[in-house]
């Protein structure tokens, strides 16, 4: 299993599931990311937080605890 936060700079992927609870998970829903849609890591801070990426056309910051919800493939 592999999560957001373990993505490379420059590398696209698709999210399989969201492991986060309650307010937390509907918060990333909110923010476009959902089963199926395909993330593009644009850029990682030096220490990984925050992570920004590029989700249905729009650019995106997440916490470095936020990505590590969202699984990937």
């Known amino acids: 299993m ?3 936060k373990e993505i490379s700079c420059g590398e696209t992927v698709t999210v ?3 492991t986060g609870e309650g307010p937390v998970k509907r918060r990333i829903m ?3 990311i959902t089963k199926g849609v395909n993330v ?3 850029k990682v801070a030096p220490f990984g937080d925050p992570v920004e990426v ?10 470095k605890a936020d ?7």
């Open 2 to 4: 592999k999560t957001l």
């Open 16 to 18: 399989k599931r969201l």
């Open 30 to 32: 909110d923010m476009g």
């Open 40 to 42: 593009f890591v644009r």
């Open 54 to 63: 590029t989700v249905r056309g729009y650019e995106l910051s997440l916490r």
């Open 67 to 73: 990505a590590e919800m969202i699984e990937v493939k």
